[in-house]
């Protein structure tokens, strides 16, 4: 009884942060590299997917340091995998998925310090994103409800044995396995 009301709960949650207005437009992210605090905006790094151009140096610093191609990072973040968002909504609802949420969101999370929703606002997103069977990292950033930054504490990639030590420290490199990952663990679920 106890978990089908933590569960309900945990949905309810997800459901009104899904409802909220989206104020990531105006920001991919935000990532501090030494002692500056770059911001990417969405048109810009939208506008890089679509046709490989960069045209901010945060995102250019960010691509030369991530270890990839630009074009590996264009192709990995535009993968489409098919899933289902009941067997999504279900596995991150539960105590694994919410585990897997928290460590990703370790060091990644809303600028206002608030660890505790980052959690709640990444369930969100993918949630929201997997909504017609459909998952991929463009779908996750379109639907954070909220800015995340990336602070210097790490980054937990969810597929450590893909990656080397550069790319492992990426935030681009994390995007680009964070969808596959959430596949492979709903598949298992």
Known sequence: MFNRLAIGLAAAASLVLMAAPVSFAQRLVRWNTGGAAWIS??????????????????????????????DEIRSGMKKIYSID??????????REGIDFLSK????????????????????????????????????????????????????????PEKVDKKQAASLLTWYIFLPACIVRDVAAY
């Open 85 to 94: 968002v009941a067997r999504v909504s279900r596995y991150l609802n539960s």
């Open 104 to 159: 990703q969101t370790y060091s990644y999370y809303p600028p206002n310090g608030a660890r505790d929703s980052a959690v709640f606002a990444l369930r969100s997103a993918v949630i929201k994103a997997s909504i017609g069977g459909k998952l991929s990292s463009v779908g996750i950033i379109n639907n954070l409800p909220v800015d995340f930054r990336l602070t210097g504490d790490g980054l937990v990639i969810c597929a």
């Open 41 to 70: 905006n969405s048109p810009v790094f939208k506008h890089f997917l679509k046709t490989g151009e960069i045209a901010d140096r945060s995102l250019l610093t960010s691509v030369r340091n991530s270890g990839w191609t630009a």
